[in-house]
């Protein structure tokens, strides 16, 4: 059974008349006819009572009618979807993102595609980058949004913004000073860091390595779940921490932590797509908001904002010892 086929029996049975649904149809009276008779010869049922040249509907056909009706009607209510779904003026896109990125830079995306297409729901759920990246190769998420890179065959990176992690203190402590900092500086003290699979934990890892310091090294007092944690623990003197600039802005400029001398390089901020998953147009949509704002990354105007966060202007980094 095909939809044209009861297509033409509900054509038929409304018109109780071959020739008049062969015209509303723009078919010829023999295709009908053929239609017709194959529909029942497949199902070995009778649809209609002919009579005389015509034909009239008998207690089968009455009976399917409603069904084919119904089907049809789904059919087009399923077409009326795709049309819809296809010029985004209804449906979903899961999103993942990292806590900084969900906290911090991911909103206003979020609100510029909701003004364009406010009928497509956004689904967003936040963790840490690995479970991010698991959400994208399992199809839980479309778009996933972490710091840092991965290295997953199926995983295709886009970079797509960015921010540098700054090393935050109790006002109290010696590193609120202003005095620039060494990388032996940093092995001296008590830390407080997210946990493994952050991508704020990893970015400071591998700017620590790069630098010619040893993560391992370093003395980690807690390691607790999320960048607010964090920030309570080193403002009740728990130790020092490194985290996104972002995350440290409100902080800093309400004199509740201060900012060390010592700058970390910047970071990127990544797309995941699965590589051989579907693309739909909501997801491309929202990739496309996106690039509007990319290319401010590194302007004057950001630079700028760094230096009030950092309460300086931004110096080179010193190399570890």
């Not at 529909?39 to 209609?48: G, K, S, T, V, Y």
């Not at 004199?255 to 051989?276: C, I, S, T």
Request: a neutral charge.
């Amino acid at each position: 059974m095909t939809l044209e086929q009861l297509r033409i029996f509900v054509a038929v049975a409304e018109r109780q008349h071959v020739t008049a649904a062969a015209r509303a149809l723009n078919l010829t009276q023999s295709a009908v006819s053929n239609a017709l008779a194959a529909l029942e010869e497949r199902h070995a049922i009778h649809l209609f009572d002919r009579v005389g040249r015509g034909v009239v509907l008998n207690e089968n056909g009455r009976v399917f009618l409603g069904e084919a009706q119904a089907v049809l009607a789904r059919a087009r209510l399923a077409e009326t979807t795709l049309a819809d779904l296809g010029g985004l003026r209804r449906g979903r896109l899961a999103v993942f993102a990292s806590q900084t990125i969900a906290g911090y830079w991911l909103p206003e995306q979020l609100v510029r595609f909701h003004e364009r297409h406010p009928a497509v729901e956004l689904d967003v759920q936040v963790g840490n980058t690995r479970e991010v990246a698991q959400a994208v190769l399992d199809g839980a998420a479309e778009l996933g949004f972490v710091e840092g890179e991965l290295d997953h065959p199926l995983l295709e990176q886009q970079d797509v913004g960015q921010d540098r992690l700054v090393i935050l203190v109790h006002p109290s402590h010696a590193w609120a000073n202003g005095k620039r900092l060494l990388g032996h500086d940093l092995s001296l003290a008590v830390w407080v860091m997210r946990e493994q699979g952050s991508g704020t934990r990893s970015s400071l890892e591998a700017a620590l390595t790069a630098a010619g310091c040893d993560p391992s090294a370093l003395l980690v007092a807690m390691t607790l779940p999320s960048n607010e944690a964090v920030l309570s623990a080193v403002q009740a003197g728990a130790g020092v921490t490194a985290l996104s600039e972002h995350v440290a802005r409100s902080a800093l400029a309400a004199g509740q932590l201060a900012a060390a001398r010592y700058k970390l390089p910047e970071r990127r901020f990544h797309m995941l797509r699965h590589r051989d998953r579907y693309s739909s147009r909501a997801a491309d949509a929202l990739v496309a908001a996106i690039g509007e704002t990319e290319n401010q990354a590194g302007s004057p105007d950001l630079e700028r904002e760094r230096s009030l966060v950092q309460g300086r202007p931004v110096r080179s980094r010193t190399p570890c010892d």
